[in-house]
Nanobody, 124 residues
Framework: QVQLVESGGGLVQAGGSLRLSCVAS????????MGWFRQAPGNEREFVAA????????YYKDSLKSRFSISRDNAKNTVYLEMSSLKPEDTAVYYC?????????????????WGQGTRVTVSS
């Protein structure tokens, strides 16, 4: 069992930046492809980004690629999401997820473990 705990959300003005963190319990963090999803009120959950087990290959929702950056530190069991030039439409609850492979999480939105989410609010 892996537990994921997100942090770093908050209120930020449009144009600002935030860094989200997700810490995983257990010793098997490096076995999983890690990712971020978000869900805005009234909207479906959407894929944001993912990163390979080693951290060498990132995957992004195309429309976010220029503003978001995903990274991981396997020694710290942590995955990060750096968000810049934030827009009001980025307002959502951001969830960290762990998956067995990149195809599952990137193409099918599937995950094995899921965090409780951290709320990001971008004011105009």
């Amino acid at each position: 069992q892996v537990q994921l705990v997100e942090s770093g959300g908050g209120l930020v003005q449009a144009g600002g930046s935030l860094r989200l963190s997700c810490v995983a319990s257990g010793r098997t963090f490096s076995m999983y492809v890690m990712g971020w999803f978000r869900q805005a009120p009234g909207n479906e959950r959407e894929f944001v980004a993912a990163i390979s087990r080693s951290g060498s290959i990132p995957y992004y929702k195309d429309s976010l690629k220029s503003r978001f950056s995903i990274s991981r530190d396997n020694a710290k069991n942590t995955v990060y999401l750096e968000m810049s030039s934030l827009k009001p439409e980025d307002t959502a609850v951001y969830y960290c997820a762990a998956a067995d492979d990149s195809d599952s999480i990137v193409n099918r939105g599937e995950h094995k473990y899921w965090g409780q989410g951290t709320r990001v609010t971008v004011s105009s």
